[in-house]
């Protein structure tokens, strides 16, 4: 939802926009501990208000950034900690999912769902979630059964590496794709051109952001112009199309889009209640793999 690198936003704003979402049917928030060091949270919290029986909150928990230095801990004792202060913020006494956000390359995954289940039992979670996992995680995944019903990863028409693994842990373990980056940073809306130029406070200001730079940007503008295409064919949003292709090519998928106002949250609405026809979809798939 804005800020902390991706522009400034009126927190004012953010809770009309959740509230607009909520009304328009949206009943998925996707956050974490670590966006904006916890106002994103914190600004969820607010936005929903009374009404956080209405909607499913999910949140992360993993990394950790302390005197300005950031790494992972998937510990038990982080967990707990982590949750707590996650709930504090958002104002609530359960999370709906809850997601390890990135792992820590020692704490066993056994030891994690221990510690993960034993708080479901508890009633502090409902369920439990993975983010950002690869092939190399497949066997420990599959050991744990059906405990994970989610993996989180990025995925877009600008950004399609994780595709295959996200459909593998679908066919194999069930587990629904959540994407983020769904927008590619928001190059797929259509809103920006070859001589856009992002402020010092804009994340996108960085050449580490490839979608904005160099050969990348440039082959995304050519999959924004078929995007644009498609759109004006259904009288909707290039970011309605964007998020329609997921929803379209990858099964039973969640698609996670940020917005900084009510205006963002109609355009990305926009993408229900139809379909991309075949060729169409078609059309993007190619594009999106030149």
């Not at 709930?87 to 359960?94: A, E, S, V």
């Not at 797929?188 to 804009?202: I, Q, R």
């Not at 940007?217 to 309605?240: D, G, M, P, W, Y």
């Amino acid at each position: 939802m804005g800020q902390y690198g991706w522009g400034y936003v009126e927190e004012n704003n953010l809770i009309k926009a959740i509230n607009t979402a909520i009304d328009h049917g949206i009943n998925f928030f996707d956050t974490s501990d670590t966006y904006g060091l916890g106002k994103s949270e914190i600004n969820l919290g607010e936005g929903l208000g009374n009404r956080r029986s209405e909607v499913v909150i999910a949140s992360k928990f993993g990394v950790r950034v302390e005197k300005g230095k950031t790494f992972y801990d998937n510990s038990p004792e982080y967990i707990e900690k982590a949750l707590f202060a996650s709930m504090k913020r958002l104002r609530t006494d359960y999370i709906d999912l809850y997601q390890v956000h990135y792992r820590d390359g020692k704490t066993p995954l056994y030891t994690v769902v221990e510690k993960l289940e034993q708080l479901k039992k508890q009633g502090y979670i409902r369920h439990a979630g993975l983010c950002n996992v690869h092939k190399e995680d497949a066997e420990e995944i599959k050991a744990s059964g059906d405990f994970f019903i989610t993996v989180q990863d990025e995925y877009s028409l600008a950004c399609r590496k994780n595709e295959q693994e996200l459909k593998m842990y679908y066919k194999d373990c069930g587990m629904n794709s959540l994407t983020w980056g769904s927008l590619g940073q928001g190059i797929l809306t259509g809103e920006y051109d070859a001589n856009t130029v992002f402020g010092s406070d804009d994340r996108r200001s960085r050449e580490i952001y490839v979608n904005f730079h160099g050969e990348k940007l440039k082959s995304n503008l050519r999959i924004v112009e078929v995007i644009r295409n498609i759109a004006e064919t259904h009288n909707v949003s290039c970011a309605a199309v964007a998020i329609r292709f997921i929803l379209d090519y990858l099964d039973d998928s969640i698609v996670l889009a940020g917005v900084k106002n009510e205006e963002e949250v109609l355009l990305n609405i926009a993408s229900l209640g139809w379909h991309l026809t075949k060729d169409e979809i078609d059309s993007l798939d190619k594009i999106s793999k030149e």
